[in-house]
Each structure stands twice: as structure tokens, then as C-alpha cells.
């Protein structure tokens, strides 16, 4: 028995991994969606965040095009709140990890790491990432202010 499908399954599966760990070229948008999708936030809502203090998945049936991607809401009232004013609940940088923009590059995120810092919302590639970040906040977000947009070329 040959061993090629399963070396072929391993590099599929390495490629697979490793594309998840960063955004890709290509996908480099101002709204991070990931690879697949056109869903911002991975389908949470962001005016949770600031609303009920916690991620809260979005619903389909509640959903809103901006800056290139759909975001989705937990309910009409968190979706008209966005609509008015999105800048004040987008995350910053596009929603791709907070830290990783601060150090020049982007990667993708999990939208339950996240942070409030002075009324705008920050997201993080992982805890272990955000615990790096959270070590000098207002020196990464200098930092990535600074390189943002930037890291998307």
C-alpha cells in the first residue's frame, strides 16, 4: 500500500492549518471575514460588546453590508445602532488581532478575545496573543495606529 494519499492528506491538512493562522494576501481587506466568508466579527455582534458586555452571535436574519463585508446582529435595535454610526462599534483595525497590527503584519481573530479600551472594540488572534498585548496597551495601539492601514498593502 502506497503512503502518497496519506502525505498529500498531511500537506492539505498543513496548508489548511497554516491559513488560518494568518490572513492571507489576497484576503487582505480593511474588514478581516477570513478566507471562506463575507461575515465580519465571524458572525458576532459587535454592538454586544459594548451593549451586553459579552460576544453574542449575530443572527442571519439580522445582517448589514458595510465596508465590504456583512456584519450580523443579535437584534434589530443593535443593527439600526451600527447602521447610525459604525465606526463607534467596527473593531478597530478592521478587526483583524489587535497585536499583530501593532507589529506590522495582520492575523485573524477569535471573537471571544476581545477588549474595550477607551470606546472602541479590540480583537486578538488568541488569550496567550492577548496577554502579550494587554502587557502595554496604549503602546501597541500607538503602534498599530501607526501602521494601520498600512499592513494591509
Same mark, same amino acid.
Given at each position: 500500500?502506497?503512503?502518497?494519499?496519506?502525505?498529500?492528506?498531511?500537506?492539505?491538512? &498543513?496548508?489548511?492549518?497554516?491559513?488560518?493562522?494568518?490572513? +492571507?494576501? $489576497?484576503?487582505? *481587506?480593511? /474588514?478581516?471575514?477570513?478566507?471562506?466568508?463575507?461575515?465580519?466579527?465571524?458572525?458576532?455582534?459587535?454592538? $454586544?460588546?459594548?451593549? *451586553?458586555?459579552?460576544?453574542?452571535?449575530?443572527? =442571519?436574519?439580522?445582517?448589514?453590508?458595510?465596508? %465590504? $463585508? &456583512?456584519?450580523?446582529?443579535?437584534?434589530?435595535?443593535?443593527?439600526?445602532?451600527?447602521? $447610525?454610526?459604525?465606526? =463607534?462599534?467596527?473593531?478597530?483595525? %478592521?478587526?483583524?488581532?489587535?497585536?499583530?497590527?501593532?507589529?506590522?503584519? &495582520?492575523?485573524?481573530? *477569535? +471573537?471571544?478575545?476581545?477588549? @474595550?479600551?477607551?470606546? =472602541?472594540?479590540?480583537?486578538?488572534?488568541? =488569550?496567550?496573543?492577548?496577554? &502579550?498585548? /494587554?502587557?502595554?496597551?496604549?503602546?501597541? @495601539?500607538?503602534?498599530?495606529?501607526?501602521?494601520?492601514?498600512?499592513?494591509? *498593502?
Amino acid at each position: 500500500m502506497t503512503r502518497q494519499p496519506l502525505r498529500i492528506a498531511a500537506l492539505l491538512f &498543513t496548508f489548511l492549518l497554516l491559513q488560518s493562522f494568518a490572513a +492571507p494576501a $489576497a484576503a487582505k *481587506e480593511p /474588514v478581516y471575514t477570513g478566507v471562506f466568508s463575507s461575515l465580519a466579527v465571524s458572525g458576532y455582534d459587535p454592538v $454586544a460588546y459594548f451593549v *451586553e458586555g459579552r460576544p453574542v452571535e449575530g443572527r =442571519k436574519a439580522v445582517e448589514f453590508e458595510w465596508n %465590504g $463585508a &456583512t456584519w450580523r446582529f443579535a437584534n434589530a435595535e443593535n443593527r439600526a445602532a451600527f447602521a $447610525a454610526d459604525p465606526e =463607534k462599534f467596527a473593531p478597530q483595525y %478592521g478587526g483583524y488581532c489587535a497585536w499583530a497590527v501593532s507589529q506590522g503584519t &495582520t492575523a485573524s481573530t *477569535e +471573537p471571544e478575545v476581545w477588549r @474595550i479600551v477607551d470606546g =472602541k472594540l479590540y480583537l486578538n488572534y488568541s =488569550k496567550s496573543v492577548q496577554s &502579550t498585548w /494587554v502587557r502595554d496597551i496604549p503602546g501597541n @495601539i500607538a503602534k498599530a495606529d501607526k501602521n494601520w492601514p498600512g499592513v494591509l *498593502e
